[in-house]
T-cell receptor, first 116, second 111 residues
């Protein structure tokens, strides 16, 4: 059953701590994305990657880092520099440019991050 | 110019009624307009999408109306059901570029 798996579902961070959110897809998609969701603000793009070993900053990249060493994996690290990390984090994937333009994005079920 | 403005923020509809959510955009280069549905604790799922060469697209009870000259598009949910209670997001993009999302509409359908 193809899809996107995000883990953990809930995560707690202490002050000054880095935490890493996992995102794995078995859809054979080239492009992957990380969004942050806050109440009343919709989905804001943190980072995206259209191909392995390459990624670009989104609208709110400060305090976050990513890697894309494998096609199926796109982990997000929330660093201690992110002063307001409490949010719902969503990972998505799409066929990307190789599938032609305007491919739909498929989302995981998110990770809810809170500060202890 | 990259924003997509969505309204209303919340919507309460009686079962069997019509739910209407509106979105407006500025960038005339946008050529793909999807709607996503999100249930609590879940990720958004693609509901229906339209391209600017058509003025309307219908899938079951869900219809997108598109007005290119006004740079507006809307989602109509006919015969709204309690199971339609969710948050709905409009979005827009141009070709292979990233999606720009609206701020979401929380729909509640009461029996």
């Amino acid at each position: 059953d193809g899809g996107i798996t995000q883990s953990p579902k809930y995560l707690f961070r202490k002050e000054g701590q880095n935490v890493t959110l996992s995102c794995e897809q078995n859809l054979n998609h080239d492009a992957m994305y990380w969004y942050r969701q806050d109440p009343g603000q919709g989905l804001r793009l943190i980072y995206y990657s259209q191909i392995v070993n390459d990624f670009q900053k989104g609208d709110i990249a400060e305090g976050y880092s990513v890697s894309r060493e494998k096609k199926e994996s796109f982990p997000l690290t929330v660093t201690s520099a992110q002063k307001n990390p409490t949010a719902f984090y969503l990972c998505a994937s799409s066929m990307g440019p190789t599938g032609g333009g305007n491919q739909p994005q498929h989302f995981g079920d998110g990770t809810r991050l809170s500060i202890l | 110019q990259q924003q997509v403005k969505q309204s209303p923020q919340s919507l309460i509809v009686q079962k069997g009624g019509i739910s209407i959510i509106n979105c407006a955009y500025e960038n005339t280069a946008f050529d793909y307009f999807p709607w996503y549905q999100q249930f609590p604790g879940k990720g958004p799922a693609l509901l229906i999408a339209i391209r600017p060469d058509v003025s309307e697209k219908k899938e079951g009870r869900f219809t997108i109306s598109f007005n290119k000259s006004a740079k507006q598009f809307s989602l109509h949910i006919m015969d709204s059901q309690p199971g339609d209670s969710a948050t709905y997001f409009c979005a827009a993009s141009k070709y292979t570029d990233k999606l720009i999302f609206g701020t979401g509409t929380r729909l509640q359908v009461f029996p």
